[in-house]
T-cell receptor
Framework: EAQVTQNPRYLITVTGKKLTVTCSQN?????MSWYRQDPGLGLRQIYY???????DKGDVPEGYKVSRKEKRNFPLILESPSPNQTSLYFC????????????FGNGTRLTVT | DAKTTQPPSMDCAEGRAANLPCNHS???????VYWYRQIHSQGPQYIIH???NNETNEMASLIITEDRKSSTLILPHATLRDTAVYYC?????????????FGKGTSLLVTP
């Protein structure tokens, strides 16, 4: 089944403890992206990647890192999480081109205390 | 990406057609109209998209006006499971890649 898989679904951590949220897609998509969703602010893009070893900042990149060493994987790294990074995170992927819909994962709910 | 305007909420009786409008008066010629929905806190789900012509798939129909300044998503026989927030988005390649501006969407409530 074609899908975008995120892990973990839920994560509670403490301030400053490095964490990684994994994202994997099995559709051979070139484009991958991370979003965060917060009440009243909607979905905002954190980072995106147009292909292997090509990444760029979205609208809210501060405090996050990403890597794209393989086409299928696009992990989101929080080197030193802070409480303001408590949010619902979504990974998405698509083929390049305007005529290609984004496919989203089921989300990771992160709480930083 | 062009801005879209949607009503904040709508109701629909189960079994009836749900018609969700979207205004995108500043849409440019190369921008597609996309519809997604989000059920509770699940990942947004792609529904349908189009450029100029009306489109239909197993989930819904998309009607785009001739001037492309507005569109309507039609769920022909709404069920309780269609209760969700529906987002209308116009999208084209930009300097930020393929970011989608989801806005606030329309909260559709399907009632028994």
């Amino acid at each position: 089944e074609a899908q975008v898989t995120q892990n973990p679904r839920y994560l509670i951590t403490v301030t400053g403890k490095k964490l990684t949220v994994t994202c994997s897609q099995n559709m051979n998509h070139e484009y991958m992206s991370w979003y965060r969703q917060d009440p009243g602010l909607g979905l905002r893009q954190i980072y995106y990647s147009m292909n292997v070893e090509v990444t760029d900042k979205g609208d809210v990149p501060e405090g996050y890192k990403v890597s794209r060493k393989e086409k299928r994987n696009f992990p989101l790294i929080l080197e030193s999480p802070s409480p303001n990074q408590t949010s619902l995170y979504f990974c998405a992927s698509s083929f390049l081109g305007d005529n290609s819909p984004l496919h989203f994962g089921n989300g990771t709910r992160l709480t930083v205390t | 990406d062009a801005k879209t305007t949607q009503p904040p909420s709508m109701d629909c009786a189960e079994g009836r057609a749900a018609n969700l409008p979207c205004n995108h008066s500043t849409i440019s010629g190369n921008e597609y109209v996309y519809w997604y929905r989000q059920i509770h806190s699940q990942g947004p789900q792609y529904i349908i998209h189009g450029l100029k012509n009306n489109e239909t798939n197993e989930m819904a129909s998309l009607i785009i006006t001739e001037d492309r300044k507005s569109s309507t998503l039609i769920l022909p026989h709404a069920t309780l499971r269609d209760t969700a927030v529906y987002y209308c988005i116009v999208r084209a390649i930009s300097k930020s890649g393929y970011a989608l501006n989801f806005g606030k969407g329309t909260s559709l409530l399907v009632t028994p």
